[in-house]
C-alpha cells in the first residue's frame, strides 16, 4: 500500500550525506515530495527532512540508514496521515485555548484534542461547546508532586502525541518533565530570555519597553529556558499600561502558540543543545 512518510534524519555532519539518504531511498522506490535540509557549522551537525511516498519496509530502510551514515545518527520515520493527538492544560485565561479550539473546529489546525485538563472548573463550559472532555484536577490540598503525579495520570489515559500549556499557571516538576521529553509546548507571555517567571507584563511596564511579545517554547527543568520554538513582538509606547501591554499581548500570545504547535503537529522540529531547528 502506497503511503505518504516524513523522515527525520540528524548526524555528525560528513560529506555526501545528502546523496546517500536520497539514494538510500531510491533504492527502495520511494519518491521524495519534499526536503529540506541545514547544517549547523559550529556544532558540525546535520539535519535533514524528507517527505517521502511508496511502499514502505520501515526496518530495512532504517538499517540501510544506520548502516551508510555515520555513528551517532538519529532516524525516525513519521506517519504523516495520522493526526497528532494532544492535551491541553489550562488554568483560567481562555484565548489561547479558545483560539486552539476554533482553529482545531474549522480545520486551521490539524490535530485531535483529546482532553482538557484545568487545575480550575473555570473554562469547562467553552471546552464542552466543542464536544472535548474537561477534567478539573485541583491542585487545592495537594503538593505539587501529588498534584503533578494525578495530572500525568489523567493525560495519559489520552496516550496524546504533545501536551499544551495554553495559559497554564503553574510549574512543573522535574518527573513531570522527564516523563515527557521535548512533548510538552508552553507559551510564556514576554519575548524570552526578557522577563522569564511572573508578571511579565508589569515588569516591562516598568522597564518602559517598547515592544512586548510572546514565546513558544518546550519545557525543560529551567524555568521558561526550555528550546524555543516560536516568537513575535508588537511594538508599544510610553501611553501603555501594564493592563493594556497584557490585553495586547493576548493576540500575540495566542498566534505564536498555535504556529509553535502547526509546526509541531507536521514534524518540522529537531531539537539539539536546547536549540530548535525548524524545517
Not at 78 to 97: F, M, P, Q, Y
Not at 107 to 122: F, K, P
Not at 153 to 158: A, G, P, S, V
Not at 241 to 255: C, I, L, P, W, Y
Amino acid at each position: 500500500m502506497i503511503e505518504n512518510k516524513i523522515l527525520l534524519t540528524d548526524c555528525p555532519d560528513d560529506k555526501g550525506l545528502i546523496a546517500k539518504i536520497t539514494n538510500i531511498c531510491y533504492k527502495h522506490q520511494l519518491n521524495i515530495i519534499h526536503n529540506n535540509e541545514f547544517v549547523d557549522f559550529e556544532t558540525k551537525h546535520f539535519f535533514m527532512r524528507t517527505e517521502l511516498q511508496g511502499i514502505f519496509n520501515e526496518e530495512t530502510l532504517l538499517a540501510d540508514l544506520a548502516f551508510s551514515l555515520p555513528q551517532g545518527t538519529n532516524c525516525r520515520l513519521i506517519d504523516s496521515s495520522r493526526k497528532k493527538r494532544i492535551v491541553i492544560l489550562v488554568t483560567k485565561e481562555a484565548h489561547c485555548l479558545g483560539d486552539i479550539l476554533m482553529k482545531t473546529y474549522y480545520g486551521g489546525l490539524d490535530l485531535e484534542i483529546a482532553a482538557v485538563i484545568g487545575n480550575h472548573d473555570s473554562l469547562r463550559s467553552l471546552v464542552e461547546r466543542f464536544d472535548v472532555p474537561f477534567h478539573c484536577v485541583s491542585h487545592e490540598h495537594l503538593t505539587r508532586i501529588e498534584h503533578d503525579k494525578l495530572l500525568a495520570e489523567k493525560i495519559d489515559e489520552y496516550h496524546p502525541d504533545l501536551i499544551v500549556l495554553a495559559k497554564y499557571m503553574r510549574v512543573l516538576n522535574p518527573e513531570f518533565v522527564a516523563r515527557y521529553p521535548n512533548r510538552v509546548i508552553n507559551i510564556h507571555h514576554s519575548f524570552l530570555p526578557a522577563f522569564i517567571g511572573a508578571n511579565p507584563y508589569k515588569r516591562a511596564y516598568e522597564r518602559g519597553v517598547k515592544i512586548i511579545g510572546a514565546t513558544a517554547h518546550f519545557i525543560n527543568n529551567e524555568l521558561d529556558e526550555g528550546p524555543i520554538i516560536m516568537q513575535n513582538v508588537i511594538n508599544v509606547d510610553h501611553t501603555y499600561s501594564a493592563e493594556m501591554m497584557m490585553k495586547a499581548g493576548r493576540d500575540v500570545e495566542k498566534t505564536v502558540l498555535s504556529r509553535a504547535l502547526d509546526l509541531a503537529i507536521h514534524d518540522r522540529l529537531f531539537v539539539f543543545q536546547n536549540k530548535t531547528i525548524v524545517l
